[in-house]
């Protein structure tokens, strides 16, 4: 979608930084980091809004994001553990209505959710 910011960093239209990529995922570090590491793991192709889109057509998606968390967490060696974080919808917090996960590390995370 050309008017999708992530759809336009996938396709390298915008820059980012990369630090996981395969045919189907492409990892970066988000621009406002909340955390030391702070890497936002998207699907290359278009998945409309977020977890409310994932559907019995798209779901293999959320398997592959998560597996590319885990192939970071090891080469990041990231012992100490990390979250994974979807925002659905304004009130959660989304600004961006392409699917993507926040892997946060690199400290101790608050153990308050919400
Ligand atoms: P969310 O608010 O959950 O939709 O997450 C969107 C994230 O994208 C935010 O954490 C932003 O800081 C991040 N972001 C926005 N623009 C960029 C960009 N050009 N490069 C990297 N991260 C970005
Ligand atoms: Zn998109």
Redesign the pocket.
Known sequence: MSDC?FCN?AAGK?P?DIVYQDEEILA?????P?API?L?IIPKAHAAD?AAGINEGNSAIVGKCFEAAAKLASELELKEGFRMV??NGPA?????PHL?F?LLAGKPLTLQMA
């Not at 959660?92 to 961006?96: E, R």
């Open positions: 910011l960093i915008i980012c970066f570090r988000d621009i406002q909340q702070h936002l977020g979807t925002n959660a917090g989304q600004s961006v993507h926040h």
